[in-house]
């Protein structure tokens, strides 16, 4: 796990994407959205297409995993296991049309 720690810590440009990262992150925190606005076009110059969208997936479901518990319990489950369902089917088809 270091060497991969490592590895990605030397790629070029991975300043200014956690930059990028912490400003989106106060854009959300403000606004509620926006953050892919400000996340994509960072990662896009640092990273392949495919390794962008994973990161920006990656950060969008890390992000508001402390708003999970209140979630569940106020909102509509079965609309929320509709969009799962959604994104199962969806982003794989994606990200393999991306190669």
């Known amino acids: 796990m ?3 720690l490592a590895q990605a810590i030397a790629t070029p440009g991975v ?4 930059l990028a990262v912490m400003v989106a992150g106060l854009v959300r925190g403000f606004a ?3 953050s892919a606005m400000i996340i994509m076009p ?3 110059s ?3 297409p495919v390794e962008a969208i994973l990161f920006l997936t990656a950060a969008e479901l ?4 402390p708003n999970l518990p209140d979630a569940l319990r106020e909102g509509a489950p079965r609309e929320v ?4 369902l ?8 994606g990200l393999w049309g991306c190669r």
Request: hydrophobic share 60%; proline share 9%.
């Open 32 to 34: 509620g959205f926006g």
């Open 46 to 48: 640092v990273l392949s």
């Open 86 to 93: 959604g994104v199962l089917i969806g982003m794989p088809l």
């Open 81 to 84: 296991g509709r969009l799962l």
């Open 62 to 65: 890390i992000g508001p995993l």
């Open 15 to 18: 300043a200014w994407l956690a």
């Open 42 to 44: 960072v990662a896009a």
């Open 2 to 4: 270091p060497d991969l």
